[in-house]
Structure formats: structure tokens, C-alpha cells
């Protein structure tokens, strides 16, 4: 057990929908990150916030946006979902900014399948 | 661009034989890199990390890496293999950038462990 959780494990919706996936960090942790895996593209970096703030983006398309809050969860919010949006969902925590050598620990991930 | 390769997609081998699972990363500064370990419907657990020092590194579960800087590889090593090791294998290499650190993953390497 990694002490990052996630919910939903599962998730299944319509092309068109919107869901939201939570993250709780490990506790002391301050940097969350976001990851897709899906069969052909791999796992890919999406977005990081540190203590609240927007740190980093990565192949995140227009349509996902995150956030971190107070309490330091997360949550990614992905709308007007399509079929290709199917996928595992990771979230990871870590210490520090991201800009000093450190170790992200994943949480379970949500699987999300859009039909 | 930062990146990383796992040459073999999918190896099988028999319990009680050793492995080698090859990871080559291109990165221009000194790497930090991980190996990852995901069985099936679980998230990533961290196997082992390199950021500096011995280039041999011990991990959990018997696993060890040797980080060669002239061949840019970060080889995942086991000496006997047991049934639960079957599982997707993932290298991965601390990419930052102005503001933070994301990981770069390679493509995974799915082990099948023969009885």
C-alpha cells in the first residue's frame, strides 16, 4: 500500500459526460501529479499541482482540468468525454516541488470507460 | 527529448531462472530512474530508484539494477524468479523542466512466468 487512494476504482459513462476522479496524497505529501494509461499511448504524464498550485502541464487535452485543494486532494475533472478518453487514471504524490530528485508513489488508479 | 526504451515487450521465463529486463533512457544531464512494477488491475509499485552513488541498486523483492552511464541502460535483474513476479515492468526517467520533474515511462515489459 502505496497511502495514495483513489476513487472511483471503476467508472463506466457516456460519450458526452463528465466525471470527476479524486486523489488523497500520501500524508505529509504536497505535489500530486496526474498520469493516463491507455494501450496505445502508453503512460503519459497529464498535470502536477504543489501545495494547491498549478506546477506543470503535460499532454493534458483542453476538455481535463484538475485541481488541488486545501486539504491537499485532487481531483481531475474530464468532460464532454469521448470513446478514446477510455483509460487508467494514476495518481501520484511526492514530497518536494518536482524539481529536486524524488520518488512519486501511485495510488490504485481509476479505470474509466466511456461507451 | 527525453526519453525511454524497453526493447522487450514481452518475456517469458521459467520460475526459478534468473531475469533481465533492459531499460536504455536518453537524457542529457544525470538520470534519475525507477522501475516499476504493475500486476494486473493494481496500480505501480516502486521496485527500486537510482538518483546518485552505487551504480548497483537493490530493490524490494529480490530485485536489483545497475546503472551503466556508458550504455545509458538501467537493467532490472533478478537471480531466481517465482510465480508472482508475472506482471508489467515499466522503467522510467525523471524528465524536469522549469518548474518540475514529470516521469517519462517506457513502453512496459509484461513477464510470464512459466511453472
Known amino acids: 500500500d502505496s497511502g495514495v487512494t483513489q476513487t472511483p476504482k471503476h467508472l463506466i459513462t457516456a460519450t458526452g459526460q463528465r466525471v470527476t476522479l479524486r486523489c488523497s496524497p500520501r500524508?505529509?505529501?504536497?505535489?500530486v501529479y496526474w498520469y493516463q494509461q491507455s494501450l496505445d499511448q502508453g503512460l503519459q504524464f497529464l498535470i502536477q499541482?504543489?501545495?494547491?498550485?498549478?506546477?506543470a502541464k503535460g499532454n493534458i487535452l483542453e476538455r481535463f482540468s484538475a485541481q488541488q485543494f486545501p486539504d491537499l486532494h485532487s481531483e481531475l475533472n474530464l468532460s464532454s468525454l469521448e470513446l478514446g478518453d477510455s483509460a487508467l487514471y494514476f495518481c501520484?504524490?511526492?514530497?518536494?516541488?518536482?524539481?529536486?530528485?524524488?520518488?512519486?508513489?501511485f495510488g490504485p488508479g481509476t479505470r474509466l470507460t466511456v461507451l | 527529448a527525453q526519453s525511454v526504451t524497453q526493447p522487450d515487450i514481452h518475456i517469458t521465463v521459467s520460475e526459478g531462472a534468473s531475469l533481465e529486463l533492459r531499460c536504455n533512457y536518453s537524457?542529457?544531464?544525470?538520470?534519475?530512474l525507477f522501475w516499476y512494477v504493475q500486476s494486473p488491475g493494481q496500480g505501480l509499485q516502486l521496485l527500486l530508484k537510482?538518483?546518485?552513488?552505487?551504480?548497483l541498486v537493490q530493490g524490494i523483492k529480490g530485485f536489483e539494477a545497475e546503472f551503466k552511464r556508458s550504455q545509458s541502460s538501467f537493467n532490472l535483474r533478478k537471480p531466481s524468479v517465482h510465480w508472482s513476479d508475472a506482471a508489467e515492468y515499466f522503467c522510467?526517467?525523471?524528465?524536469?523542466?522549469?518548474?518540475?520533474?514529470?516521469?517519462?515511462f517506457g513502453q512496459g515489459t509484461t513477464l510470464q512466468v512459466k511453472p
Open positions: 501520484a504524490s511526492s514530497s518536494r516541488t518536482g524539481r529536486e530528485a524524488d520518488t512519486q508513489y
Open positions: 500524508s505529509g505529501d504536497l505535489s
Open positions: 499541482y504543489y501545495n494547491g498550485e498549478e506546477r
Open positions: 537524457y542529457g544531464a544525470t538520470p534519475y
Open positions: 537510482y538518483f546518485s552513488g552505487d551504480t
Open positions: 522510467a526517467v525523471v524528465a524536469f523542466s522549469s518548474n518540475t520533474g514529470k516521469l517519462i
